[in-house]
């Protein structure tokens, strides 16, 4: 009988990041086949087989065996999410009246299904032999990091040190820490894994503790404790003041030094570290642009960019020449303003110079994952969320310094101005 002598959730359970080798190993006891035959099955319900997305036909190798990626199957299938579920871009969803954690409507979080099949003669059999499961996120490891290095479980939340929150940053001390203004707006996410793994960690709420003037407040986001719906174990939670202020409604006064946000369980157990939100009162003089990129484990980072954002609009046109002269009227002229150099097509984009002379070495090092992002936003003032292209394609990673550091980057609107 042909089975899976190998999957990538073997030594380690939970969900896997989709970008790095997942591969699977058949293998047949007794008379290997002509063939193995996988069909791969995307689920969105979890335990229930979906959609088939492929079938591969693969020879045995020398081993008897055969080695299946399914990595590169899925390549680009999930993304950190743009929508909201009720519409909007996520990064600026409004909290007013909210009590859940938010979902959404991308392909953010799947299981996938693989049945196996031998195939003789050929005829393939008429059932699977074998068949194993998988859950996916979003997010990448290097090969540099070796082969199923299991880095996604600083996020399966299972204590209080778990990093759990879906960002590259890392923080000086046991929090992870960002710098924001009052008019800012982002999200954080987190998976949450009980689906997927054999004990459960019972995570089921984003807990919120503001310190500001006449006390601190809290508030959390609740969410359900694992759901078969895959996309609904991908928890979304805001941490742009502007929407965080939302959330407490009346019991936020405005005069707030630091957000901190944890994980915690159905008993008020903690399952990650401190996101800590400090104020950022460093002055403005002209419109902020916030930047937000589609990070390596599967959510958003943010920076914000304070320095004057210089724009500049290039034009593009095609023309004709045009004949003046009024050559099918019964009397010829012109006019001496007629137009010969017509043009019929015009174009223009708009690329925007950021600058932020105080950047901490944390916020200069983060930086770097933007210009690998394929996914990069941006938000001029208090304006609307807009795609973008970075035109900056080097930048240099200095060690760690104690001191502020001037950090510049060109962007590109990723949308043609109309003319």
Not at 323 to 341: I, L, P
Request: glycine letters at 8%.
């Amino acid at each position: 009988m042909s089975t899976f002598e190998h999957t990538p959730t073997d030594t380690n359970d939970g969900p896997k990041f989709a970008g790095q080798h997942l591969v699977f190993t058949a293998y047949e006891s007794g008379t290997v086949p002509d063939r193995f035959v996988i069909e791969v099955y995307e689920n969105t319900l979890i335990g229930t087989t979906g959609t088939k997305i492929g079938e591969f036909y693969l020879t045995p190798n020398t081993n008897d065996r055969v080695q299946f990626d399914l990595g590169n199957v899925i390549e680009g299938r999930l993304s950190a999410p743009v929508n909201a579920t009720g519409g909007g871009v996520i990064h600026g969803h409004d909290f007013t009246s909210a009590t859940n954690a938010l979902t959404t409507t991308d392909r953010a979080l799947r299981e996938y299904e693989l049945k196996l099949y031998n195939y003789n003669n050929g005829t393939k059999d008429a059932s699977p032999q074998d068949t194993a499961t998988i859950g996916v996120m979003p997010g990448v490891c290097q090969i540099s990091d070796g082969y199923l290095s299991f880095k996604e479980s600083p996020y399966l939340m299972a204590s209080s040190t778990a990093k759990a929150f879906l960002t590259d940053r890392v923080g000086d001390g046991a929090d992870i820490e960002m710098f924001m203004a009052d008019e800012d707006e982002g999200i954080v996410a987190i998976v949450q894994p009980d689906q997927f793994l054999a004990s459960d960690s019972d995570v089921d709420e984003f807990y919120y503790s503001v310190t500001q003037s006449g006390g601190a407040t809290a508030d959390q986001l609740n969410f359900a404790a694992g759901s078969l719906t895959a996309n609904d174990n991908y928890k979304v939670a805001c941490i742009g003041p502007a929407q965080v202020a939302q959330l407490f409604g009346s019991s936020w006064n405005g005069n707030w030094t630091k957000i901190d946000i944890e994980m915690r369980t159905t008993t008020n157990t903690i399952r990650s570290k401190h996101l800590t939100i400090h104020r950022d009162c460093r002055p403005i003089k002209h419109d902020p642009v916030q930047l937000t990129w589609a990070n390596t484990v599967g959510g958003w980072d943010y920076l914000r960019f304070d320095g004057r954002a210089l724009k500049t609009v290039n034009t593009e046109d095609k023309r004709y020449r045009k004949t003046v002269g009024s050559y099918g009227e019964a009397d010829f002229t012109f006019n001496a303003y007629d137009r010969q150099d017509t043009p019929y097509h015009v174009t223009a984009r708009e690329k925007f110079a950021l600058r932020n002379q105080f950047f901490t070495a944390s916020e200069r090092n983060l930086l770097q994952y933007c210009l690998r992002s394929k996914n990069v936003m941006f938000r001029v003032g208090t304006g609307d969320w807009l795609p973008c292209t970075v035109d900056t394609k080097s930048y240099t990673v200095q060690p760690a310094a104690s001191k502020l550091f001037d950090v510049s980057l060109n962007i590109e609107l990723a949308q043609d101005i109309r003319c």
